[in-house]
């Protein structure tokens, strides 16, 4: 990961800070949620919605970014900001580990609902050793999507006869962290179909969330992966599920446990992305070690029930900077031309992930299953100020026009249209540039003949 953002930002009215702050999935956990939470399920949806809206970031100006050195924000603060109320996951490690329990309503840490670590985590032992590759990438302006859902956010497109089907995490009707489908036929209003999915049996007992969907036109069978956590030793490991209807879901049990992957998920795994090609599924998950970092892991295989695990991560965390304590949940893949392109997300080192500095940053690879490259120059969002909201990126084309979506500090969702991917790139080899960013030539936003999208 990159030691400082550099990207130069140009807008309008209402420009995001250079402060990274995006909320993050990838700290698994969800334990016992406190009588706060249950209040505010319980709350009237109107009033829900209205303090929702007035948080998001709808209306942002078009954003335009442009990587050389132009902001050199390096390092991390070393005295976190009070967190936001964005995220409903709580963290719980096991004892001796270096992240405290965060409180699912407050996002604090520790019982008191202040960061009960306070500061920053060590530096980190990074394994990247990969290179970094200069693109200009431009965002347009931040349009608001199911606004009229309870907090509909981290959602996973998947697009089939017209409709497009977005399952997301969903902590209405007085239960959290399951599996809520809605519906659109423009990507932005969306009507509400139910939870697909609920928590409820042994692997899964207190979290079935965080869901990618496809859909396998040789089978004629929806797949879903998902991350359930346990009662019983808490335990996070990726899950599966299947459905003739994308409505009916059949469980199949975990198929990717903590350890699997080696040390870089000794705590927990979760927050799956995964599409079809050549008759492999290529898995992404998320893999939280005992340093208290997250990182991306791979797994890849004919069959989701047996599926071969990498050992180490595919995209590790830096050892300083803005991305040093996540590399986590990411988006659905896009192949332009001969790469393929995630967007994930990245945070800060502190010792509490709701002190954190959020965003979000672009990959890209020739091949699905290594040799990624980070793009150079740092994240292409970011939350103004430290704390959640900003993450949980999602990636859907939709008549020809890629679209990031991601979270807001209230919980909701905003789609911008993305371009750049498809202009001139230039590789950067070795950790020395990785700071640095070259400009390229500037496109029109729209993927190439020779694009590819997995939607899922």
């Known amino acids: 990961m990159l030691p400082a953002s550099v990207y130069g930002i140009t807008s309008g009215t209402n420009s995001l800070g250079t402060a990274s702050s995006s909320a993050s999935a990838a700290s698994t956990g969800g334990g016992g949620f406190a009588a706060t939470l249950q209040a505010a399920l319980a709350a009237s949806s109107t009033g829900q919605r209205a303090a929702t809206s007035s948080a998001t970031s709808a209306g942002l100006a078009s954003q335009h970014f442009n990587p050389l050195p132009s902001r050199g924000r390096l390092g991390y603060s070393a005295t976190p900001q009070a967190a936001g109320s964005g995220q409903l996951k709580a963290l719980e490690l096991p004892p001796g580990l270096l992240r405290p329990p965060r409180d699912p309503i407050t996002d604090a840490g520790g019982d008191s609902g202040q960061d009960g670590a306070g500061g920053t985590l060590p530096q980190a032992i990074s394994t990247f050793g990969g290179d970094y590759f200069s693109q200009e990438v431009n965002l347009g302006a931040a349009q608001q999507v199911g606004d009229n859902i309870f907090q509909f956010h981290f959602p996973h497109m998947v697009q089939k006869d017209g409709?497009?089907?977005?399952?997301?995490?969903?902590?209405?009707?007085?239960?959290?962290?399951?599996?809520?489908?809605?519906?659109?036929?423009?990507?932005?209003?969306?009507?509400?179909?139910?939870?697909?999915?609920?928590?409820?049996?042994?692997?899964?007992?207190?979290?079935?969330?965080?869901?990618?969907?496809?859909?396998?036109?040789?089978?004629?069978?929806?797949?879903?992966?998902?991350?359930g956590k346990s009662q019983k030793g808490d335990v996070n490991s990726v899950c599966l599920a299947t459905s003739s209807d994308g409505r009916n879901w059949s469980k199949q049990g975990p198929i990717i446990t903590p350890g699997a992957a080696g040390a870089m998920s000794g705590v927990d795994v979760g927050t799956p992305t995964f599409f079809k090609e050549n008759g492999t599924w290529n898995v992404y998950f998320h893999g939280l070690a005992q340093d208290g970092r997250v990182r991306i892991g791979y797994a890849s295989g004919t069959d989701l029930k047996h599926l071969k695990v990498k050992q180490g991560p595919l995209l590790d965390v830096d050892d300083q900077g803005m991305q040093a304590g996540t590399v986590g949940d990411r988006s659905n893949v896009v192949k332009v031309g001969k790469y393929y392109y995630m967007a994930y997300e990245t945070s800060s080192a502190e010792a509490n992930f709701g002190k954190a500095d959020w965003g979000i940053s672009l990959a890209r690879s020739t091949r699905p299953d290594g040799s990624w490259q980070k793009l150079a120059g740092?994240?292409?969002?970011?939350?103004?100020?430290?704390?959640?909201?900003?993450?949980?990126?999602?990636?859907?084309?939709?008549?020809?026009?890629?679209?990031?979506?991601?979270?807001?500090?209230?919980?909701?969702?905003?789609?911008?249209?993305?371009?750049?991917?498809?202009?001139?790139?230039?590789?950067?080899?070795?950790?020395?540039?990785?700071?640095?960013?070259?400009?390229?030539?500037?496109?029109q936003g729209y993927l190439p003949k020779s694009s590819t999208y997995f939607p899922g």
């Open 378 to 443: 740092g994240d292409i969002l970011s939350n103004p100020q430290s704390g959640f909201g900003y993450d949980g990126p999602e990636l859907s084309v939709q008549n020809g026009q890629l679209y990031l979506y991601s979270r807001t500090t209230g919980n909701g969702t905003v789609r911008q249209a993305l371009s750049g991917l498809d202009s001139p790139a230039q590789e950067i080899a070795g950790r020395a540039s990785r700071a640095s960013g070259l400009k390229t030539t500037q496109n």
């Open 163 to 227: 409709t497009y089907y977005a399952y997301f995490i969903d902590h209405s009707h007085g239960s959290s962290n399951d599996v809520g489908l809605a519906t659109s036929s423009d990507g932005v209003n969306f009507t509400y179909q139910g939870k697909v999915l609920e928590k409820g049996a042994a692997y899964d007992a207190q979290q079935a969330s965080f869901p990618d969907v496809q859909y396998d036109a040789q089978s004629k069978t929806w797949y879903m992966l998902y991350e």
